[in-house]
């Protein structure tokens, strides 16, 4: 028994050294943790996040820079800032102005959530129907940074008198974070400025190597005109929106490459959701080609179900905390996006049904039909039960692009340079700046490397016979190689056709083909090319390609150099506030509109946030003065909508953006009984008795009062 009790202790001693060594190898790991995070050296990691930040800076700079030369902002008025922000612009800043000059924000919040002003007689939550939360963020902090300085008795900005000339009075001039449209701006270029950092660390991240960030960022520089309008319209929902639906895509990106990723990534998903969606009433249909684009990528069996399931989790969580903090908009419930999520969480739910068809095949398009027809039914279900058609104007916008089908919306938004086709110059732009052949080289070499590993699958799969039933399950939480390469693909694509059919959404198309350019530098994909030295010395080559339009680009961008004015709005705004009570009601073209209740906050009838189906009907009767329709009837319709006052635009009578594109033409297709007769806003021009009486004129505007 001696032998054994002395095997036995050293078998103790044995699983105490064992135990030892366990407990070594945890402090080495503990201490290579320091060093190192998932395997990259953390003197590496904080140089790649320092040169984001550089990368941030200079794109906020560049950003201010533009916006600065192309307004002179810094030398305009209070009232001149103010009427550069025009149409939807004018509209979202004055919420933010509406909270800022309240006694206290709590009053200024309830005056925008019971908000009689924006849709005479109507009261309407703006916070609900306008995604206005980033206002509502940026006058916490405006408050928040008055309030501390002041309380320190520091001056937050400076102000000076600006002598305009040409017999104009001088103007009060202040720069400056305590200037409300400074403070403003500053904080709409710092957001994007981020958003430049998160392209560097994604194109680095996506392509394994540094170089591939440079390559993103170089390439969304010399394209910048394609990538952004931020610099020219700051307030518009896009400015907030788009770096959050950059994050998201990293994120899902990360997602997809790791092996078996937790519940948490839900979470963060869920986060970036809201941030998006409450920032941008277009974020929906972003998304949706989001989880097509995955869901894509889980069909052809690159994903496993879990890694579905935990970013359909983080969408849904999303959207649903968006519903609520929307004040549960009914047009958010019945999006297709909505639908798309339900309907795609019910198929991954069904796989193993699914499954036993077998034939693989046969299972992609089972649930290719059960995608369309779920999202389809769910969609047409949610809107008959809550009764909405807020969206229905965007059915009827694709359904105009490929018919001959045409209606007084339709054509409002399709006469719009923005809302039509893209324009034959945009692939020429993107041609001589080498980012649509880099773009085609790095897709092109996915597509081959992905094509090479599936016929080596399928040979091995012939000649071994059917999988191990492990291996199927592992492959269900870990997928395949070059998965989010997949993602990325089908995402670009889904970009592409968004901007091909409306010109104004490639700014998703542009950036993510600027992403797309730093596979050029993955290892992975092109070490067939021979030495890493050698795949950086055709970066390289690739980038002073580049460089030779880009640089070229950015010099044009430059260049640009103005000085924002417009004193014939500026006397129509200035004689409102002068001549008219307080409480008068205004109807007019929609960006004007804006003007005016950003400048006067005078109630108004209609303004340019045209996606509500009862706006739409709204400004479709204040139009009724561009159409053919006699003055009486006229007057009747804007009687019954309360207007008081009128703003006439000759421009908007005469002008033609294209071939049935003029207003009277527009009206022509819903108004066939008044064809052919003389325009009522040609009359109302040299005559506006005895319907209404001319109270205001000048070059650009007349103001009609009701009699």
């Not at 291996?471 to 693909?489: C, D, F, I, M, T």
Request: include cysteine; charged fraction near 20%; aromatic fraction near 12%.
């Amino acid at each position: 028994m001696a032998p054994r009790k002395r095997n036995a202790q050293n078998a103790n001693n044995n699983s105490q050294n064992q135990t030892k060594k366990k407990g070594a190898k945890r402090q080495d790991d503990k201490s290579q943790e320091v060093t190192e995070v998932e395997g990259i050296p953390l003197s590496y990691l904080s140089l790649i996040l320092f040169f984001a930040a550089v990368i941030g800076v200079a794109h906020r700079n560049h950003l201010a820079g533009m916006f600065e030369r192309d307004r002179h902002f810094s030398h305009l008025s209070t009232l001149e800032r103010e009427l550069a922000f025009r149409t939807e612009m004018g509209l979202y800043y004055s919420y933010y102005k509406t909270m800022i000059e309240t006694k206290t924000y709590q009053k200024g919040l309830n005056k925008i959530m019971y908000d009689n002003i924006t849709e005479y007689p109507l009261t309407i939550n703006t916070l609900k129907r306008f995604n206005l939360y980033p206002e509502a963020v940026l006058a916490i902090g405006y408050r928040a940074y008055e309030s501390f300085w002041t309380g320190l008795n520091k001056p937050t900005k400076q102000c000076w008198t600006v002598n305009r000339g040409e017999g104009k009075t001088p103007v009060q001039s202040c720069e400056g974070l305590g200037e409300p449209s400074y403070f403003y701006i500053e904080n709409v270029f710092f957001l994007n400025g981020v958003m430049m950092s998160v392209f560097f660390l994604f194109g680095t991240y996506l392509s394994g190597s540094v170089f591939g960030g440079v390559l993103t960022v170089a390439s969304y520089f010399y394209n910048h005109g394609e990538c952004t309008r931020c610099m020219w319209t700051p307030p518009l929902r896009e400015s907030f929106a788009y770096p959050f639906l950059v994050i998201q895509m990293l994120l899902v990106t990360h997602i997809i490459k790791l092996r078996i990723p937790s519940y948490r990534y839900s979470g963060l998903i869920a986060l970036i959701t809201v941030c998006f969606m409450l920032s941008w009433q277009f974020a929906q249909f972003a998304l949706l080609t989001q989880t097509l684009a995955v869901f894509a990528t889980y069909a052809l069996g690159y994903i496993g179900s879990h890694k579905v399931k935990v970013i359909m989790m983080g969408q849904l969580t999303g959207l649903l905390c968006s519903f609520i903090a929307l004040f549960g908009n009914e047009m958010l419930l019945t999006s297709f996006f909505t639908s798309c999520v339900i309907t795609v969480m019910v198929v991954v739910i069904l796989e193993s049904h699914l499954e036993k068809l077998n034939y693989k095949v046969l299972i992609l398009a089972t649930q290719g039909v059960l995608l369309i027809l779920g999202t389809v039914g769910l969609k047409i279900a949610l809107s008959r039960l809550f009764s909405t058609a807020d969206d229905a104007h965007i059915g009827d916008i694709f359904r105009s692009k490929f018919s001959n089908f045409k209606n007084f919306h339709t054509m409002l938004y399709t006469c719009a340079k923005e809302f039509d086709f893209m324009e034959a110059e945009t692939p020429w732009k993107v041609l001589k700046t080498l980012l649509a052949p880099s773009v085609g080289v790095a897709v092109l070499t996915v597509v081959f490397q992905l094509l090479k590993r599936e016929y080596k699958v399928w040979t091995s799969d012939t000649n071994s016979g059917s999988d191990d039933g492990e291996e199927e399950n592992e492959s269900q939480h870990r997928g395949k190689p070059h998965a989010e390469l997949v993602y990325h693909l089908f995402q670009l694509l889904a970009f592409t056709a968004m901007a091909i059919l409306i010109m104004r959404l490639k700014l998703f198309w542009t950036p993510h083909m600027c992403l797309m350019t730093s596979l050029l530098a993955s290892r992975q994909l092109f070490s067939w090319i021979g030495s890493r030295e050698r795949q950086l010395a055709i970066v390289v080559l690739v980038l002073a390609g580049m460089s030779v339009q880009g640089i070229q680009n950015l010099q044009h961008q430059w260049s640009i150099m103005g000085e924002y004015s417009n004193y014939p709005l500026e006397e129509l705004v200035e004689w409102i506030q002068a001549k008219t009570p307080k409480r008068a009601v205004f109807a007019g073209p929609m960006p004007t509109m804006a003007t005016v209740k950003l400048c006067t906050g005078r109630p108004i009838i209609n303004h340019p946030h045209y996606e509500d189906a009862g706006l739409r009907e709204r400004t479709k009767d204040v139009y009724t003065m561009y159409s053919r329709k006699p003055a009486e009837e006229v007057k009747k319709i804007l009687k019954k909508r309360k207007v008081q006052y009128a703003i006439l635009e000759e421009s908007w009578c005469n002008r033609r953006s294209g071939v049935g594109c003029s207003m009277p033409e527009i009206w022509d297709i819903e108004d066939e009984v008044n064809r052919g007769k003389q325009p009522l806003c040609q009359k109302l021009l040299f005559n506006s008795e005895p319907h209404f009486k001319r109270v205001f004129r000048n070059s650009v505007y007349q103001v009609l009062k009701l009699t």
